[in-house]
């Protein structure tokens, strides 16, 4: 069963597949995993090798590549998730690639997941931990994008990758516009955001207090300025990334 859903992942374009036991999931800071499926025994971890638009210095295009490849993890996830219940009787649950979050206070307003997926990669052998504080895969290298599939039937675990992939060239910490990576084992998420969601929820609640404090006249002015379109255009394609140095400077399987 292991290798007939591992290859109908395959077949729709997915880069690999791994396999993992709910207990070898090991993320101290997200929720237990009984708080989203309580009969889940296995992790079915994919990997999604991102092309070279990551590397463009016009984040529109980067940004335009990133939202085709969460496009096809989520219609793979389904069609996943829905063999599983089809052929196998498997009760299935796809966790979505990074929004929604849960954006209250205990989950730092959306900055821990309901769900790790790194931690997931890690359990289901799918690579080791790279300096940059992502995932590195054996050959995909670091550019790689995870989702996960939970379900009830039982299916056995890869081994881990047991190989150090992070030459520890630093040159994810170099890259970094933010110096958010400075301490090693840590991202710190603020000084991340300010560089790779300038028009995030931060500049949203910025721009919107000046506008309630700004005279009726030239708060019309304020909705015809690029700052505000730019505003609206990332709260319609969800979080529009605006760095991704760590990601596509890292030399492994480039
Ligand atoms: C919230 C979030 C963010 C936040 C916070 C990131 C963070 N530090 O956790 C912000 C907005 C800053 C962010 C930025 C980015 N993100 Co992000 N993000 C997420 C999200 C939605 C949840 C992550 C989470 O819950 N973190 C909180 C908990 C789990 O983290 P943690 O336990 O504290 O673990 C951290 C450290 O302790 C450390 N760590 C833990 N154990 C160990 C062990 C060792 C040995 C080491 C070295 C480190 C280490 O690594 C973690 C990173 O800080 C996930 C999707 C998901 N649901 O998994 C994507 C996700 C992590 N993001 C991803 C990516 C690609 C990015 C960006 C490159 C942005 C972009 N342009 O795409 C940057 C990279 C930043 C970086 N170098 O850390 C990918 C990572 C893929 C990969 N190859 O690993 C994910 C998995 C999305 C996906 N579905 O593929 N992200
Ligand atoms: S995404 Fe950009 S700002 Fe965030 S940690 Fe990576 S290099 Fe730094
Ligand atoms: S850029 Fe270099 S130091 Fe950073 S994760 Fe990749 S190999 Fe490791």
């Not at 309901?114 to 052998?125: L, N, Q, V």
């Not at 970094?176 to 955001?193: D, H, I, R, V």
């Not at 009726?216 to 969800?238: H, N, V």
């Amino acid at each position: 069963m292991k290798q007939n859903i591992k290859a109908y992942a395959l077949e729709l374009g997915v880069d690999d597949v791994g396999f993992a036991a709910a207990a070898g999931y090991d993320s101290p800071l997200t929720p237990a995993l009984d708080t989203i499926f309580p009969g889940a025994r296995t992790l079915i971890v994919m990997a999604f090798r991102e092309a070279s638009h990551c590397e463009s210095e016009n984040m529109r295009i980067a940004m335009g590549g990133r939202l085709a490849i969460m496009d096809f993890m989520k219609s793979s996830s389904y069609k996943l998730s829905h063999l599983l219940e089809r052929e196998y009787g498997a009760k299935a649950m796809m966790i979505p690639m990074s929004y929604p979050s849960d954006i209250s206070p205990e989950a730092k307003f959306g900055l821990i997941g309901d769900f790790s997926h790194r931690h997931a990669a890690i359990a289901a052998g799918l690579g080791s931990w790279g300096r940059h504080n992502l995932v590195i895969h054996p050959t995909l290298g670091a550019r790689v994008l995870f989702s996960t599939i939970l379900t009830d039937i039982e299916l056995a675990a890869d081994p881990p990758v047991t190989q150090e992939l992070c030459t520890g060239c630093n040159l994810c910490v170099e890259s970094c516009p933010g110096n958010a990576l400075a301490s090693e084992g840590k991202t710190e998420q603020m000084k991340c955001l300010v560089h790779s969601q300038p028009y995030g929820i931060g500049a949203n609640i910025r721009f919107w207090k000046r506008f309630v404090d700004t005279p009726p006249e030239d708060q019309k002015k304020m909705l015809a300025t690029p700052e505000y379109m730019r505003l609206y255009q990332a709260s319609f394609i969800g979080y529009q990334y605006h760095c991704f140095k760590c990601y596509s400077v890292c030399p492994i399987g480039r």
